[in-house]
């Protein structure tokens, strides 16, 4: 055994990390802590304890910040107050192959349901590929783990990238205490048999192989274990949420993420919200806001939400001249080609409705494609409706966050198939994600509500949205391996 490497009590395991680059004023690239309830949650629910964090993407502003750097080389390891993390360098093929090609056009199309099963894919040698590349990855942070954990320390497995990663460590670890958590939804066993049948034993015998599984939503967790029921010929206990798997009892609990309001309010108060904010205001006037903030991603579903916008225009002409839509849609999966057909029919939409409506005085709709994010919490601050209408998705936070900044207490237009509509839904306006006509009656509805009607509704949707906040959320995964 190495005796240099320091050993952990805490991992965790994450394909994007908690780290973000810059370059310093003498040229040279720094590390920096990056945003987000998982990190702020991570940091204060591992204090005073070693931790570990293993994780392998750089996102495209990272790299472009070491490429502009003086050497263009990127230190991989950092210390972030006691957090320590590694950031594996895995050969970039095998990276894209495992992270392009797999996680994201493969198991993401498949938990979110977004084939258009007549052109789904063969499942061919191509894949074949790119699925021992998936596996090689996976493997690559087993390594990483396996020398960098305490005995008997806990490793929380985080998503669809890593699935294969639990069983990987209980092979050779069998002391390690492990969880999975997935942060997308789960599809059933008629969608998921899409997918080949080693595949699917893979995928499912490789997060069994957790002492325990975490998801969003009950929807999910069922849905994962009728999966296990069917394809594994597992005994499932769907009452108590087990699954009993080669000689082992695995426990399946739901944690329903919460939005991190201390962290979020904080940076709402700094000054370049204000500055956005200022600016927004002066580009919309006293008009009511209509928000959106989404990456653009198919399962968002942003042309739908623009084809409601357009038919709420079209069927309530009273809202004409008195509402502007900000739709922010921030590039997300570039490399995937679905994603770049899908970017174009939302800025071809955008440009329809802006030739249809707007007026010398009036801008109807402002698209906003670049990523910014001060002016996504200075329209979160601004909103007087927020449309969040997925198709799919694991829980939404953008559903919790805009709650909770509102100023004027927002209405919020939630698809019934976000996740987060199982904690938000007495108090949202729900919609079928795909039916265009009641979405747009659900933003007439929203925009027409009484002040007071809709602040009281704000304000049970922030405790609503606040009630597992991301420390406490991860704790849960920790003390589920107790
Ligand atoms: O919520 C699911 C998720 O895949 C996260 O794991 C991820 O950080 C986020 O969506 C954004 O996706 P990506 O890391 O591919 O940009």
Redesign the pocket.
Known sequence: MNEQVDKAQILVA???GPVSFSIGADGSLGHRRGGGGLVSGLSSAAEGTDTLWVCA?L?DADRKAAAESGDGRIDRVADLGGMRVTMLDIPQDVFDNA?TGI??STL?FVQHMLYDTPNAPDFGAGFRTRWADYRAYNAAFAEALLTGSDEGAKVAV????LALLPRMLRGRRPDLRIAHFS??PWAPPEYFRLLPADIRRELLEGMLGADHLGFLSPRWADAFLRCCAEFLRATVDPVRRTVEYGGRIIGVEVHALGADADGLRERAAAGDVAERAAALRERVGDRRLIVRVD?TELSKNIVRGLEAYRELLRSRPEWRGEVTHLAFAYP??TDVPEYLAYTERVRRLAEEITEEFATPEWTPLVLEVNDDFPRSLAAYRMADVLLVNPIRD?MNLVAKEGPVLSERGCALVLSTEAGAADELGADALLVNPYDVVETAEALHTALSMPAEERSARCERLVEAATALPPARWFRRQLDALR
């Open positions: 994450s394909n994007r993407a996102s992270y996680a994201n993401w985080q998503d669809y990238h942060h997308t990456r997300s999966r694991g």
